[in-house]
C-alpha cells in the first residue's frame, strides 16, 4: 500500500459522513475496519505504517494550539484523538492542516461546533485503533499479535524500537489569548471570541 492508496481507503470509509467525528470517530472506525479486513493482514500493518507517519507529521504546537482551541483544552491523549480526527478528514483537508491548522476555522464541523459549543469535534479516539481490530478479525489472533507484528515490521526497517524525537516548532502558551489571537486568528475568532482592537 502507497500513500495514495492510503489515502483512497480513508476516503471511502469517510464518504456520507461529510466529516463528522462527534460520535468519537466510531462511524468512520467501524468503515475503515470493513474496508482494510478485506485487504491482507500485510495490507493492515501497511495502512498502520502510512497511518503513523501521518499522525507523527501533525506532532506540532501549531496543531496541538488548534485542537486546544477547538476542545476547550487538550491533554495529551486528547491530542493523539485530534491527529487521528484530522486524518479521518481525508487528504485534502490534512494537507490544509499542514500547510496551516488554522485553516480548520473553514471546515463545517468546526464552524458547528464552535457555534454549538461542542468540545467533541474532531477528536477521533476509535480511528487510532482501526488497524488493530482489522488484523484480529483477518488473522484471528488478538491485540497482541497486532503490536508484535507492528513491532518487527519497525525493527526490520529501521533495526531500532524507538522512534526519533519529533520537531514540533516553536512551543507557546496555549492559555494566553492574545498568543492564540495571533498565531490561530480565525480559529481563535470562533472559539475565544473577537479580541479587543
Not at 496543531?63 to 481525508?90: H, T
Not at 480511528?127 to 499479535?145: F, I, L, P
Not at 526490520?156 to 524500537?161: L, S, T
Request: proline share 3%.
Amino acid at each position: 500500500m502507497d500513500i495514495d492508496e492510503f489515502w483512497a481507503v480513508v476516503r471511502s470509509a469517510g464518504a456520507g459522513l461529510d466529516g463528522r467525528t462527534g460520535d468519537d470517530g466510531e462511524a468512520v472506525a467501524a468503515a475503515l475496519v470493513t474496508r482494510l479486513a478485506a485487504t491482507s493482514a500485510e495490507g493492515i500493518l501497511e495502512f498502520q505504517e502510512l497511518f503513523d507517519q501521518v499522525h507523527d507529521a501533525l506532532y506540532r504546537w501549531d496543531v496541538w494550539a488548534a485542537a486546544y482551541l477547538i476542545g476547550g483544552g487538550c491533554s495529551d491523549d486528547s491530542f493523539i484523538d485530534f491527529r487521528a480526527g484530522v486524518i479521518a478528514l481525508g487528504r485534502e483537508w490534512y494537507e490544509r492542516v499542514l500547510a496551516s491548522p488554522d485553516g480548520l476555522a473553514d471546515h463545517p464541523a468546526v464552524r458547528q461546533a464552535a457555534a454549538e459549543d461542542d468540545d467533541g469535534t474532531l477528536f477521533a479516539e476509535s480511528v487510532n485503533y482501526v488497524a488493530s481490530e482489522a488484523y484480529e478479525q483477518v488473522t484471528g489472533g488478538d491485540d497482541d499479535a497486532f503490536y508484535e507484528a507492528m513491532k518487527a515490521r519497525q525493527h526490520a526497517a529501521n533495526g531500532i524500537d524507538e522512534a526519533r524525537e519529533p520537531d514540533m516548532g516553536e512551543d507557546f502558551d496555549f492559555d494566553n489569548d492574545d498568543e492564540m489571537r495571533r498565531r490561530l486568528p480565525r480559529l481563535a475568532e470562533l472559539f475565544l471570541g473577537p479580541g479587543e482592537h
